[in-house]
């Protein structure tokens, strides 16, 4: 994986705090900004988490800890050759800013391929947030080019804290999937809206990867990632290209329907619901 540490600009998070901020103001769900995904106590690892559809879509992940050895747990879906961007905040004010930059949470970033990256903090770099008029300090700015899968993002805490990771850049409505809506928890200011949670993936977003870098099909209402099954199916490479794409349902069944292995094997790579 290429990387770089950036010296970004503070543009991208002011601008997404302010419109933030206006949407809040204005009440509307459909944001055009970093939106907010509150990490809920239960999001303990990165298959519990939520899982942000596009993760080149701007989120803000906000995540509060109250003791150390905690963990909480996102994932991000990116296409091969996708900017991976992501973004370590603190509120500048006490206690968040008295921590040292030992005692804060920390955040490793995990490759489809299971390649991980403790972010570093190298920076405490203050911007002030005028609509709020939060002052906020930049930890860490990451970036990479993106693997084409999902990238785990793991925060383990070292004491009680309060942190944002910022992912993405891309300042359009993006979706989010999880099992359970997200219950606000006290987090710095600005406070979240709830988290727009939609119920499945759509058709649209199947034959959107259809290729062999990344395949997704469907199979009984449910949605698979079948990229990395592609070289590893035992009737061949082909019978799954075939299915990148598709509603697979027919093809899984005429050859697998009743057999426990395709079944196990395919459940492995599920990403969620296909929305009705
Ligand atoms: C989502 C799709 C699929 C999954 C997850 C899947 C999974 C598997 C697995 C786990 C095996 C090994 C079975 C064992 O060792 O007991 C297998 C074998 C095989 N699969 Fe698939 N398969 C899929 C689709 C297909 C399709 C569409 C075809 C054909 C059109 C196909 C043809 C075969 C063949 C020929 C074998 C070799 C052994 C056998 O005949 O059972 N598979 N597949």
Redesign the pocket.
Known sequence: MQEAVVSGSVFSVRKFLAALLILVAIGSGDAQAHQPVVLLDTDTSAAKGPLLVDGTVSFAIRASFTKKAQKKAFRGQFNAGDALTVQYLIADKKPENTLLTSALPVLVITSPTGKSVTVKMTERTKFHEPFSRTNYLYLARYSAVAQGGIYSFTITSKGKAHITVAVGDKEIFGAILRGAAPTPTPTPTPTPTPTPTITGYTMAQVKANSSTKNCW?V?DGYV?N?TN?INS????SG??VS?CGTD?TA??KS??EN?N??AQ??DSYKLGPLQK
């Open positions: 099909a199979v698979y079948l099954w199916h035992p009737g061949g019978a799954i299915l697979a093809a899984f050859k697998h057999q292995r395709p094997t395919l």
